[in-house]
């Protein structure tokens, strides 16, 4: 009877978690439907990695995760892609603009974790500055970890915002308080937050690339995608207005 009760707490444990992920999957389409519409024809988007140490159990399978969303952006073509990560002793590297999205995987690849401290500040000011000279429509960030002042971090995340540019920030793992300060961050920029972790794999890599979809075509490219690949991103066509 005992081991009974214990299956039946373990499968509600799960549902629980279940629901919780798609409340915030929920919330990150009801964000991304705010973004404005757009004609270009062709899209920016600048996506950031944290490479510190602590992520390099998950490395290899977070990169597998991206290099799908590169893919599919090639196929809706017209997107220019940034790729900016940090690690190490201050290390802040960006790429250039690349619209040849293998060559933007064999970077990213090539990439490996070293220890250091998060750099979320220099990510933020590099996006400032691209979306200055020339208007990125979008900025990606994937990462576990937040140990800089928060206010000023907002403060940045604001300027973006006002700047029309909206953070999308995907967190893995589950530490509180930097679940937090990415939420604020989200919020403050206009895009979204979402969970980033081996349960929703599948269904973070579908909102990463919707948001590059969209990014690339707005919301016709969108339509063409979502009639090819149902699921997440018909949800997400639903709630972008005609």
Avoid at 13 to 35: C, G, I, P
Avoid at 92 to 115: F, I, N, Q, Y
Avoid at 129 to 137: A, D, F, I, M
Avoid at 155 to 177: I, K, R, S, T
Wanted: a positive charge; one cysteine or more; hydrophobic letters at 40%.
């Amino acid at each position: 009877m005992s081991e009974k009760k214990s299956v039946i707490r373990k499968e509600k444990s799960v549902s629980a978690v279940k629901r919780s992920t798609d409340q915030e999957v929920d919330l990150f389409l009801n964000k991304l439907s705010h973004m404005p519409k757009t004609t270009r024809t062709k899209g920016r988007l600048i996506f950031a990695l944290d490479a510190t140490a602590s992520r390099q159990m998950t490395w290899d399978h977070a990169c597998h995760i991206q290099a799908m969303m590169f893919e599919e952006a090639r196929n809706v073509g017209g997107l220019e892609i940034q790729l900016v990560f940090y690690r190490g002793f201050r290390e802040c590297k960006a790429s250039g603009w690349v619209e040849d999205t293998p060559h933007l995987s064999r970077l990213m690849t090539s990439v490996s974790c070293l220890a250091g401290n998060t750099q979320i500040e220099k990510v933020f000011k590099r996006a400032l500055k691209e979306t200055n000279e020339k208007k990125v429509n979008a900025m990606v960030f994937v990462g576990d970890a937040m140990e800089e002042d928060i206010d000023t971090l907002g403060h940045l995340a604001g300027q973006l915002g006002l700047h029309g540019l909206p953070c999308f920030m995907f967190h893995e793992g589950n530490d509180p308080v930097v679940a937090t300060a990415f939420k604020q961050f989200a919020r403050l920029s206009g895009g979204a937050y979402c969970p980033f972790d081996e349960g929703a794999a599948q269904q973070l890599k579908d909102l990463l690339t919707a948001v590059a979809v969209f990014a690339a075509g707005g919301r016709k490219a969108l339509v063409d995608y979502s009639q090819k690949n149902k699921g997440t991103s018909t949800r997400l066509l639903s709630q972008i207005p005609e």
